[in-house]
Nanobody, 126 residues
């Protein structure tokens, strides 16, 4: 069993930066992947970014590429999401997710992830 805990959400102004962190505990496999997803009321949970444990390849949604950076700290067993140049449309609840044995073609698909955190609110508003 894997437990995930997100931290770092908050209220910021457009153009500001915010860093989210996902701490994982429990057993994960070498071919696991950790992703960040976000959701707003009435909408589907959407993919934001993901990183593979084996090789460290990163993957981004087009809407955040160039502004967000996902990274992994193996010693701390955390995955961070650095969010720069935030826009009001980035406001959402952000969820950390982890899946063991995720193949590359499924890394953007939320159904491929077995474990989810409780979410952290990010609000971008002036």
């Amino acid at each position: 069993q894997v437990q995930l805990a997100e931290s770092g959400g908050g209220l910021v102004q457009p153009g500001d930066s915010l860093r989210l962190s996902c701490a994982a505990s429990g057993r994960t496999t070498i071919n696991s992947a950790t992703g960040w997803f976000r959701q707003t009321p009435g909408k589907e949970r959407e993919f934001v970014a993901a990183i593979r444990r084996n090789g460290g390849s990163t993957h981004y949604a087009d809407s955040v590429r160039g502004r967000f950076t996902i990274s992994r700290d193996g010693a701390k067993n955390t995955v961070d999401l650095q969010m720069n140049s935030l826009k009001p449309e980035d406001s959402a609840i952000y969820y950390c997710a982890l899946g063991n044995g995720i193949i590359l073609s499924s890394i953007r698909n939320k159904v491929a992830y077995s474990y989810w955190g409780q979410g952290t609110q990010v609000t971008v508003s002036s």
